[in-house]
């Protein structure tokens, strides 16, 4: 039985106050709306479709990559309404699951579950319900003395003991498509806040003779809904959480997951070991038998296997096997470092690519270099490539030796197996196996500081 999504995501979402549409509102480094996206891919469903409106060509350029189908409600005028902007879009042979734009801690289990119990239960609407202490808010589950669903009513249409249920609407839903479609078209607005509620589907098919049910989920997380920042800030800690258990499964060692803020992308390989105060970010991939922090943050870099990183930040960077990196040293993006590389102490590099078992000890800067292998380079050096208006490439070819405290003015070249003497400026290309020197010769002056007290 085929089964496609709808998920409405064309409010504004008033009580974040932000320019930003709630929806796209990221949560462990990715918009809320794409980690239900992936979550509904996940349980199976490649037939996706957002109905959009506030902000939407933002949501549209935010989600691009994701390939699923927009379609745009101009007006917000209920949710029903909302769903019958999908009514094109959607195949009306199989099941939709409606869902919406701002739960982002739903999993592929509780989607899968409810698929199932809609199927089982011989269903024509399901809707997902769970239990709450506060359900303040949310439209009521009303159930008839069988127990069976009556109806749903919402909080601003609700009466003083339905406000008393604590069984709500989760905002979740399956359908038989054909059937809905054909309901929305009944809907009417006459309720508290004038809008066409879907929720009303439900009356409309029990008067119509078809089957209704309500599937409670186990826990009341899943359906956990983001209005505003404090809730926001609740859903990245779960997710945050999900994602360092489901590491530490893989077997990652991270100390205290407390102080550790890995995104829901990141992937890291067994025997790594996260120290605290660690942010790894956005579409890192870690090896093997690396130890990262404490006081780090990473992202969307490639690291190797064996790589050591401590108190630094690096950004889109590449990191080969058994490097050495820190403390307190920033990598910037364009940063490729081969298998071996140590980068230590107060070291900034900057779009250059670092060849096998070369150093950069100490307090330096190198920036569009291109370092061959063995290179030592010493404390205090810099790399002069920018005149003001361009960038200018250095390269060091293989086993060259930098003195400490070296200027190299770009474009340079050293040969290889070549040595600058310390304190040079170099402005002029080395060739191979050379000492290239540029300093004035040491006068030492006797009895000088006798003198100038006198
Ligand atoms: C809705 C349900 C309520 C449920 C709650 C769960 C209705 C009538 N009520 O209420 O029973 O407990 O969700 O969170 O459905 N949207 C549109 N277009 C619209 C209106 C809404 O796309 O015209 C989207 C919103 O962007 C949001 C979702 O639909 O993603 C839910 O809308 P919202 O206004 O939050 O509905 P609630 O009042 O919370
Ligand atoms: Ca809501």
Not at 45 to 61: A, C, K, M, P, T
Not at 313 to 322: F, L
């Amino acid at each position: 039985m085929k089964v496609s999504a709808v998920i409405l995501a064309a409010g504004k979402g008033v009580r974040m106050v932000s320019a930003l549409p709630k929806i796209l509102h990221p949560v462990a480094g990715k918009p809320m709306t794409a980690h239900i996206i992936d979550q509904v891919k996940a349980a199976g469903i490649s037939d996706i479709v957002l109905v959009i409106g506030f902000g939407r060509q933002q949501v549209e350029e935010a989600l691009s990559e994701r390939q699923i189908k927009f379609v745009v409600q101009e007006q917000q005028l209920g949710t029903g309404h909302a769903l019958m902007q999908a009514a094109e879009a959607v195949d009306h042979d199989g099941q939709v699951l409606v869902l919406a734009g701002d739960t982002p801690l739903l999993t592929a289990a509780l989607l899968k579950e409810l698929i199932d119990y809609h199927k089982e239960q011989g269903a024509k609407a399901t809707v997902l319900s769970c239990m709450t202490d506060n359900p303040y808010g949310y439209g009521r589950i009303i159930r008839d003395n069988e127990g069976y669903l009556e109806r749903i009513v919402e909080e601003k249409d609700a009466d003083a003991d339905q406000k008393t249920i604590k069984e709500i609407n989760s905002g979740i839903y399956c359908f038989d498509a054909g059937l809905v479609f054909d309901c929305l078209s009944q809907l009417k607005n006459n309720n508290a806040q004038q809008e066409y509620y879907l929720t009303e589907v439900f009356e409309i098919m029990k008067r119509e003779n078809k089957p209704v049910a309500v599937f409670m989920s186990p826990d009341s997380e899943s359906v956990y809904g983001i209005n505003d920042r404090e809730q926001l800030a609740f859903a990245e800690s779960v997710i945050r959480r999900r994602k360092n258990l489901e590491l530490m499964k893989g077997g990652v060692t991270i100390s205290d997951p407390l102080s550790t803020f890995i995104d829901s992308e990141v992937k890291i390989g067994p025997d790594t070991v996260i120290l605290p105060f660690t942010l790894i970010e956005g579409s890192t991939v870690i090896g093997q038998n690396c130890v990262i922090g404490p006081g780090t943050r990473i992202s969307s870099s490639l690291i190797g296997n064996g790589v050591h990183i401590e108190s630094s930040r690096i950004n889109e960077a590449e990191i080969a096997d058994d490097c050495n990196i820190g403390p307190f040293a920033y990598l910037r993006p364009g940063v490729v470092l081969h298998n071996g590389v140590k980068v230590g102490d107060f070291v900034e590099v900057k779009k250059s690519i670092i060849g096998e078992n070369s150093k950069i000890p100490h307090l330096s800067y190198v920036g569009d270099a291109q370092v061959g292998k063995g290179v030592n380079i010493g404390a205090g050096t810099i790399t002069c490539n920018y005149d003001g208006q361009h960038k200018y490439p250095t390269v060091l070819e293989d086993g060259v030796f930098i003195g400490s405290n070296t200027n190299l003015v770009a474009p340079v070249r050293i040969g290889k197996n070549s040595t600058t003497g310390a304190g040079s400026t170099i402005t002029k290309d080395v060739e191979e196996n050379s000492l290239a020197i540029e300093r004035a010769p040491q006068k030492n002056i006797s009895g000088w500081a006798k003198r100038s007290k006198e």
